[in-house]
């Protein structure tokens, strides 16, 4: 058994600023051996995501209480039975949907839709239906999309750790398991980007600027970024926008099909807003398509006029954690970074530690941060 200290969460819809209220504790927890198949990772640095303050505000609703995180990388330290793809001693990033290897998804190659992984996450345990998580009463804890790990230590499924190089530094790699991996991934996987092809980017976050990243890695032309906050808008012109719009200022989607001459080939939402995905859509050229990333609360209905799908061949698709698949899309993304092609380093804003975490989800709410990191070492 080995003791920690951890961010748990026991009540969502705690009122902000977080710093004073704090729904994260930070508290002395307990972390079972890893089981059959699961492997104990020392986390290195663990990532703050609008999808851990989606579980905070109680948007995006979760089994209490819990133990937050999903966008970490540390080192194997111990091997349950059976694990014979991971070495103690290896760098890993954690994928936030433990993959199952046999189910329908699986079998076809879209690992990210795993029927076991997504019920295990939605009930908040690993891909056995057990938890590893006990809290100084012994109770258990619930896990965060398989991984929580805003923790010193994580036992995750073998298949939720992708080994990565052991010299890439801790704050970066952690961005690839879950910004780089879903942003990227949503150009290269769902949509499918050619050079030459036209694409707008709406919402600038740690994904939305992954998005652009991928976007400009795929010579795409020109390239839209749509945003409400000047500094993110600037960032993204100096990662490879061609054109920089203020969504506070006018029809947005007006702007975008001037700017492209008739709309765009393809419309990335990453604000996980039915308005925003609205006017993604409406920004697409006749037989575009218009990815959706974000994640909105389970009750919003989106909707579109229904002739257009048919009449203008548009596309409407999800995109969930960059239809990517983990062992094969991450060391790629790794690959094209030390290349030069994919400087995620500027995605990197605020590192800090653990006790500073509620500040840190007062600066990403507050729209002041695009990606923040809790380092461990």
């Not at 209905?301 to 239809?323: D, I, N, Q």
């Amino acid at each position: 058994m080995t003791t920690m200290r951890a961010a748990v969460l026991r009540t969502m819809g705690a009122p902000a600023p977080y710093a004073q209220s704090r729904p994260l504790a930070i508290e002395t927890v307990r972390l079972q051996p890893p089981g059959r198949g699961e492997v104990r990772v020392r986390v290195r640095a663990a990532g703050l995501c609008h999808s851990d303050l989606s579980v905070i505000d109680g948007s995006r609703p979760r089994p209490m209480p819990m133990l937050l995180g999903h966008e970490a990388t540390g080192e194997v330290v111990e091997l349950g039975d059976g694990v014979s793809g991971l070495r103690v001693g290896d760098q890993v990033v954690f994928s936030f949907v433990p993959m199952c290897g046999h189910c329908g998804p699986c079998a076809c190659g879209r690992p990210v839709l795993c029927e076991p992984g997504a019920a295990a996450n939605a009930a908040g345990t690993l891909l056995d239906g057990d938890v590893r998580l006990r809290d100084a009463h012994d109770a258990p804890l619930h896990h965060h999309l398989g991984v929580s790990g805003f923790a010193e230590y994580a036992v995750v499924s073998e298949r939720s750790a992708v080994r990565i190089d052991p010299d890439l530094p801790p704050s970066i790699a952690a961005l690839f398991g879950c910004a780089v991996m879903t942003g990227v991934g949503a150009v290269v996987n769902t949509a499918g980007v050619r050079p030459g092809e036209s694409v707008a980017v709406f919402g600038l976050g740690g994904v939305g600027l992954s998005a652009v990243l991928g976007a400009a890695a795929c010579s795409a032309w020109p390239l839209v970024a749509v945003d409400v906050v000047p500094e993110k808008l600037a960032l993204a012109r100096e990662l490879g926008a061609s054109h920089c719009i203020d969504a506070r200022e006018g029809d947005v989607a007006a702007q975008v099909r001037e700017a492209t001459g008739g709309g765009v080939d393809h419309a990335l939402e990453t604000a996980g807003s039915e308005r925003v995905l609205a006017a993604a859509y409406a920004a697409t050229r006749r037989g575009g398509c218009t990815i959706t990333v974000g994640l909105p609360a389970p009750d919003r209905m989106f909707s579109v006029p229904a002739v257009g799908l048919v009449a203008e061949e548009r596309t409407v698709k999800g995109s969930y954690m960059g239809s990517a698949v983990p062992r094969r899309d991450i060391p790629r993304y790794v690959a094209l970074h030390r290349a030069g092609r994919l400087p995620v380093e500027r995605l990197l804003t605020h590192t800090l530690a653990l006790d500073d975490i509620n500040a840190g989800f007062d600066r990403l709410a507050r729209g002041e941060a695009i990606r923040q990191v809790v380092l461990f070492d």
